[in-house]
């Protein structure tokens, strides 16, 4: 990022608690897809509020975050740039005035004099979630020498955080060696489970967020928990970038589908044809077999002969029955 210096005007125009007028955009919204400085869409976006590239040296007004000027609008206007565009602490300020309400004079020089010149309702933490600012060291991972640099945090990983960031514009993955400091705003309500999580939804238990209540599933917003949902037959834990869910609740009767002896159903035509006759038993056909016993029965290994086989052992014990009756025979 180019060296950048803040150039405030003497007379800040603040935000007044009248009514906006009907033509007014709210925060967070606009009338048109394009920005009004440079007429071009935003390289990407958080919470509502657009990063755009930088398009020259101008100073930056706007009236709810999105839409911008040269020059004040009106009484409802506040300049976040004095001078430099799109740059990464015009983004910053923007970002922390319209979002989490911190004034938008903070009067530094340079992206890394934020860490320790900052609103009063702005700490230093280490343990940053969506929402925070993350202030980079100068030099690190690229950032200037002299200015550093400065973006807004999407999500947080184990050594990784999700920014999105000016000059230059769109959503960037950075290693949190590079990070000087993490600024947060006291609005942010860090509490909040989905804090720390991008848009979606998580079960309790899922470990890609800061956590919550197992098996309920949290609709996750803007870094807000929008509603909570208790999942009466558990959470399903999908894979990262997939939302959670809850799942179905098994119908009544549905526990009997596995019991023992119960038929599979069927809708195919072979099982809905009727059964053929029963064959008449001939007197050669075995007996039944006995039911199986209700209690545990113990399985006795089967006998084999030499190579395996029960075929050996059932021949030699029908001769010798067969030895057995004729010496009967002969003592007779």
Not at 61 to 75: A, R
Not at 95 to 108: A, I, T
Request: include cysteine; hydrophobic fraction near 35%; proline fraction near 8%.
């Amino acid at each position: 990022m180019s060296a950048k210096k803040l150039v405030w005007a003497a007379a800040i125009v603040v935000v007044t608690s009248a009514c906006a007028s009907a033509t007014d955009d709210p925060t967070g919204s606009s009338s048109a897809e394009v920005d009004y400085i440079c007429n071009q869409s935003p390289k990407a976006t958080l919470d509502g509020i657009p990063a755009y590239s930088w398009c020259g040296n101008t100073n930056v007004w706007t009236d709810n975050g999105v839409d911008t000027k040269t020059s004040s609008g009106g009484s409802s206007w506040v300049e976040t740039e004095g001078g430099y565009g799109y740059q990464c602490v015009e983004y910053a300020v923007r970002y922390f005035y319209f979002h989490w309400n911190v004034s938008h004079n903070w009067f530094v020089g340079y992206a890394k004099d934020m860490c320790g010149t900052h609103p009063a309702d702005v700490s230093v933490t280490s343990s940053p979630v969506h929402g925070d600012l993350a202030v980079f060291t100068p030099g690190a991972c690229g950032a200037d020498a002299t200015a550093g640099h400065v973006a807004a945090i999407d999500t947080v990983g184990g050594s990784t955080i999700s920014v999105v960031q000016e000059n230059p514009a769109g959503t960037y993955t950075w290693n949190k060696s590079c990070v000087a400091c993490y600024l947060h705003a006291s609005a942010n309500n860090s509490s909040d489970p989905c804090s720390s999580a991008a848009d979606g939804l998580y079960c309790g238990q899922s470990t890609q967020w800061k956590g919550g209540t197992p098996d309920v599933l949290y609709d996750c917003e803007g870094g807000v928990t929008k509603s909570k949902t208790t999942c009466t037959a558990g959470c399903e834990v999908e894979p990262p970038g997939t939302s959670d869910e809850c799942k179905p609740v098994p119908e009544a009767g549905d526990a009997d589908d596995d019991a023992p002896g119960d038929a599979a159903p069927s809708t195919s035509e072979d099982a809905m044809a009727p059964l053929p006759p029963a064959a008449d038993a001939s007197a050669d056909a075995p007996p039944p077999a006995a039911p199986a016993p209700s209690g545990c029965a113990l399985a006795l290994p089967a006998k084999t002969g030499l190579n395996g086989s029960t075929a050996p052992f059932a021949l030699g014990f029908l001769a010798l029955t067969l030895l057995r009756r004729r010496r009967g025979a002969r003592s007779a």
